[in-house]
């Protein structure tokens, strides 16, 4: 399966402002590496507090070239700043805060999601060397540990193949964890009942979305454009 045409849909910056707009105030929540970072950028001045994995509380937007300290970063090794009340810690400690369920939300990016919530995020077994593991990081910890798990990511591969499978093809980072996938094209809810397209970017419709898209969606009696 694969795109016809070439769809044009929201920046990174964009995913990453309505992912951000799904954060509620108050809540801890884990920036996975990718789209997920640029969420950051999104929160200023709210109630949320963003864990880095390697071993900072709080941490604030990514940093403009002046702000750089080399010791702060992200779990993508982007340079970030720091917030009144920010806080360090070993990487033990950190684990531990994702293990023992204190993450309120993980956002992750991933290279394929099954119609069941099925996340596959850490190997691509059609790139580089059969020998080649992929890199596992911190995001089968995050998967399993933290109450909600969105994903942000392209609807399609480089190629125009759809990510959002019937069952995912790839090793799976974990089983039905995912409850949201927002891409550049839609937003789509994970449920029981099958996977509902919930938004669309604004030029796309539902039928464009389902063109780029493996299983069957269910089409929200409240479909809208993508809110920013």
Request: proline share 5%.
């Amino acid at each position: 399966m694969c795109a016809d045409k070439k769809l044009k849909g929201l920046s990174r910056e964009l995913m990453a402002l309505r992912v951000a707009n799904e954060l509620e105030d108050g809540s801890y929540v884990n920036l996975g590496i990718g789209i997920p970072t640029l969420v950051s950028d999104w929160i200023e001045g709210r109630d949320i507090i963003l864990q880095a994995e390697v071993g900072m509380l709080n941490t604030g937007p990514l940093a403009t070239q002046d702000r750089v300290e080399q010791d702060l970063i992200n779990a993508s090794c982007q340079p970030v700043t720091e917030l009144p009340g920010s806080c360090y810690f070993s990487e033990c400690e950190s684990f531990a805060m994702i293990r023992g369920g204190y993450m309120d939300t993980a956002v992750l990016g991933a290279l394929q999601v099954s119609e069941k919530g099925d996340l596959a995020g850490w190997q691509n077994p059609e790139r580089g060397l059969p020998e080649d593991i992929g890199n596992i990081g911190g995001s089968m910890d995050l998967a399993v540990g933290a109450r909600k798990v969105i994903v942000a990511m392209m609807h399609v591969t480089n190629e125009g193949e759809p990510k959002i499978r019937t069952e995912c093809t790839y090793p799976l980072t974990a089983s039905g964890v995912v409850t949201l996938i927002v891409t550049d094209l839609a937003v789509i809810s994970v449920t029981p009942r099958g996977l509902v397209l919930e938004e669309v970017a604004p030029g796309v419709t539902a039928e464009d979305v389902q063109s780029v898209t493996e299983p069957r969606l269910i089409i929200s009696q409240d479909l809208a454009e993508i809110r920013l």
